[in-house]
């Protein structure tokens, strides 16, 4: 990609599919097996390649827990993502990221069998010392200490559960992931608990800050360096009430989420073919591999790469700043939101070309190349479009200073005789997105 072109990040080249309307590239790069592993199950399961692509970057990034970091100049992230999978009731959401997951689920149960095990041994070995040290007039031998149990994957768990279970795998190099089949259940704490407490709490996690938990009865809960995932189902119907609050529109909270968002509706048939139990073998040994990674690695970005990350983290910050009103109590709710997305963008960026670093030819290497750079960039663009669509359906667009720009260049670009699909188009926009801004400013202005 010419670095022009980066510059105009609303060009067409980023409008192209990335891949058979998927997230992953069929390139050389990327290893065979990825690629077969989504499309198999694409057309297996018949739901969109999208839900399977993002489920599999999702599953390598909770693998990698704290094993692997990501370094530039200033800033050290792991592969961990906050990430809602959206569509229509009925669209296959659930089975792609349950077909995703399952591997590290099956790890999370051999940790507790381990643990269990390990329980049972110094359970059993603690009532022999007792029994000694009732027959002894000795110093009695003091008890063997009880097993710490780890844990990599909990369900709809409580702000309580999921604060311990970071705190007891803290000194480890895992991560944590939560998973909830409803992402709503996530929002629905927010009523039972203090609202802007756990959402803070969100927010310090996702940028590893410590955490401390002072409790009157039990002892205080520290976690000096969390590291947690999150991934959740939610019907489009639904994000209103949920992303809506305005306190999470403007803090930050919304515009750390990556939505997976099809622009179609379509649910995907599934096609009548045999099951290929290698395909899951492969994806199990695959994520097995990657968990059991022995020492910990730091990842940094060639020079090319870092002049290409930079570059792009540059042109949106312009572009953030084209926005912004030189008065600023012009400056609205909605371009606060929009500028947000752009400022947590380069953030999620270096989590992606993490996580995708792993599913390439180039594992065994401590550095991110151009092209990988390059892909990665593609994916955060990919996730800024869904982000700017999830804000259209929570807010009128015609309130924003982004739909008043996006309505004038429309009138503009009729003169020169472009139709709305191009005008959409090159704006880096849906066409249904545009036309809903020209609607509300054609009724704003009868």
Not at 24 to 53: Q, T, W
Not at 215 to 220: A, D, L, N, V
Not at 394 to 410: H, R
Not at 424 to 445: C, F, H, W
């Amino acid at each position: 990609m010419g670095y022009d072109e980066m510059n105009d990040r609303r060009g067409p080249d980023l409008n192209r599919p990335l891949i058979i309307g998927g997230l992953l590239p069929r390139s050389k790069d990327f290893l065979p097996e990825v690629d077969e592993f989504i499309n198999y199950n694409h057309e297996h399961l018949g739901c969109p390649v999208n839900y399977m692509a993002a489920g599999v970057i999702f599953a390598v990034g909770v693998a990698l827990g704290k094993k692997v970091s990501i370094k530039i100049p200033d800033y050290t992230n792991y592969a961990n993502l906050y990430m809602a999978i959206v569509g229509r009731s009925g669209a296959n959401k659930s089975t792609p990221i349950s077909r995703c997951l399952q591997p590290l689920i099956d790890l999370d149960r051999q940790l507790w069998e381990k643990y269990s095990q390990a329980k049972k041994e110094v359970e059993e070995a603690n009532r022999e010392i007792a029994k000694a040290n009732r027959r002894s007039k000795a110093a009695p031998q003091p008890m063997k200490p009880q097993p710490v149990e780890y844990t990599i994957y909990i369900e709809d768990a409580t702000p309580e559960k999921r604060n311990a279970t970071l705190a007891a795998i803290d000194s480890t190099d895992l991560g944590l992931m939560v998973y909830f089949d409803e992402l709503a259940g996530l929002f629905n704490q927010f009523g039972r608990y203090n609202n802007n407490s756990e959402v803070q709490d969100l927010l310090h996690l996702y940028n590893y800050k410590p955490l401390k938990v002072s409790r009157k009865s039990e002892e205080t809960i520290r976690a000096e360096k969390p590291c947690l995932s999150i991934i959740g189902t939610i019907q489009s119907s639904v994000l209103k009430e949920t992303f809506a609050c305005k306190s999470m529109k403007i803090n930050g909270f919304n515009q750390r989420w990556l939505f997976v968002f099809p622009e179609s509706n379509e649910v995907p048939q599934a096609e009548i073919m045999e099951e290929d139990p290698t395909q899951y073998t492969w994806w199990t040994s695959f994520i097995e591999s990657i968990f059991k990674m022995q020492g910990k690695r730091q990842i940094t970005l060639t020079k090319k790469a870092l002049t290409t990350y930079f570059t792009w983290k540059n042109a949106l910050t312009n572009e953030s700043n084209s926005l912004s009103s030189a008065d600023e109590s012009q400056t609205d709710d909605s371009t606060d939101y929009t500028q947000g997305i752009y400022s947590k963008a380069h953030i999620f960026c270096l989590r992606l070309a993490l996580a995708c670093h792993f599913l390439t030819r180039f594992t065994d290497s401590n550095s991110i190349n151009e092209a990988e750079m390059k892909y990665a960039i593609k994916l955060s663009e990919y996730f800024i479009k869904t982000a700017e669509r999830v804000q259209g359906l929570l807010e009128s667009p015609a309130k924003s200073k982004k739909g008043l720009i996006l309505y004038n260049g429309w009138l503009e670009a009729q003169k020169k005789g472009m139709t709305q699909k191009q005008f959409a188009e090159s704006q880096g926009v849906t066409p249904s997105y545009l036309n809903k801004i020209i609607k509300e400013y054609r009724d704003k202005m009868k």
